[in-house]
């Protein structure tokens, strides 16, 4: 497994855009993508845009991502990466 966290800078937090935009983005990876509000016991798929939106992320927020499957260690890089250009 692996994980990252990332501090969210969108001005409006996880609204349903960048929401949708992640899990999108989740779903293209083949590897099961979790992701949880820093500091929350509530853990969601990260391919279900309302599952993202019902954590609450705003702007400031931390959020931890955590990546299994085959493919894990390209999904990984690929989701980081999107998450520092996106939000």
Partial sequence: MKS????ITD???LHARPAADLAR???SCASDVHVRKR???KEVDAKSM???MSLGVR???A???SIEGET???DAPALRAFCERTF
């Fill in 50 to 52: 309302l599952a993202i």
């Fill in 25 to 27: 983005f989740a779903a």
């Fill in 72 to 74: 894990e260690a390209d």
């Fill in 59 to 61: 702007t400031h927020d």
């Fill in 11 to 13: 001005p409006v937090g």
């Fill in 63 to 65: 959020v931890e991502f």
């Fill in 39 to 41: 500091g929350a016991d």
């Fill in 4 to 7: 990252f966290a990332h501090t």
